[in-house]
């Protein structure tokens, strides 16, 4: 059996919602110490809906893959389903991750909870 599903790899080499959201109103940064991996998740929000979702991640193809997926497990959602999102169910939705890659969708899971924080505290000062 081939080390990654052929969506790891199609995620990989076409990945979707790359680039910077200029307006986003939730902005997330996570890192792995032990790969030095790291993923920037922004979110644009109205109405409680995650209206666009853009990613930058400097890391490892299943980082790049986990990424791409999870940004289009979350577009158009409600943040309520947004912030169930897990990273086995973004493993899953690749058709799996070797074990030593799990890490990787654990940062995609991160970044776009650290985002959804963001989001809440700037909803607070404004
Ligand atoms: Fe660190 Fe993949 S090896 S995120």
């Not at 890391?59 to 790049?64: L, N, P, Q, R, V």
């Amino acid at each position: 059996m081939a080390l990654y599903s052929e969506k790891v790899m199609d995620h990989f080499r076409n990945p979707r919602n790359v680039g910077v959201i200029e307006d986003a109103n939730g902005i997330g940064e996570v890192g792995n110490a032990k790969c030095g991996d790291i993923m920037k998740m922004y979110l644009k929000i109205e109405d409680d809906v995650v209206q666009d979702v853009k990613f930058e991640t400097f890391g490892c193809g299943s980082a790049i893959a986990s990424s791409s997926m999870a940004t289009e497990m979350i577009k158009g959602k409600p943040i309520s389903e947004v912030k169930e999102l897990t990273n086995k169910a973004v493993a899953e939705a690749l058709d799996g991750l070797p074990d030593y890659k799990m890490h990787c969708s654990v940062l995609a899971e991160e970044a776009i909870k650290s985002a959804l924080d963001d989001y809440y505290s700037r909803q607070k000062t404004e």
